[in-house]
């Protein structure tokens, strides 16, 4: 299973710190957990500029800049993981704009929700990897 590798506590969210998921890391006890942080495969720094992803696909910061290849290349890098893993399942960071999951922010920097997935979750279920977030996993959805 690939997860989110700021879930099991990788300090590697663009603020540089971790967003720790007990319920996630308790996915150990039963499941082999793969840790993947897309942004940073993609070749960003840790910490780095906040960005969404706009309406038209791309990601770009607040100040404007275009980061969209680099997501793509992250993107790509975990599902090459999850192929390489044979992993069905991907737990991924809730509303990030590589691994949202039918909740993402909406590219103003409001912190407004909107329907949509990031760049890595698109590219996992495209290539037919499950994708739940970590509030899910909280949920009990995913056994």
């Not at 957990?33 to 960005?51: D, F, K, M, Q, S």
């Not at 980061?67 to 192929?83: D, F, M, N, S």
């Not at 691994?99 to 279920?125: E, K, N, P, Q």
Request: glycine letters at 12%; one cysteine or more.
């Amino acid at each position: 299973m690939v997860v989110s590798a700021c879930l099991l506590g990788a300090c590697c969210n663009h603020r540089g710190g971790a967003s720790p998921s007990a319920a996630v890391a308790a996915l150990a006890a039963d499941h082999r957990l793969i840790p993947v942080c897309p942004e940073v495969a993609g070749g960003l720094a840790t910490p780095r500029p906040e960005a969404e992803r706009q309406p038209d696909g791309k990601v770009s910061t607040a100040g404007g800049c275009d980061v969209t290849k680099a997501y793509e290349r992250g993107a790509a890098h975990a599902v090459a993981v999850a192929q390489a893993a044979g992993a069905a399942t991907a737990v991924l960071k809730a509303r990030s704009p590589s691994c949202g999951s039918g909740r993402i922010y909406d590219g103003t920097f409001t912190r407004t929700l909107t329907s949509g997935d990031g760049v890595t979750a698109a590219a996992l279920s495209a290539a037919g990897v499950r994708v739940l977030d970590e509030d899910a996993v909280a949920a009990g959805l995913l056994r």
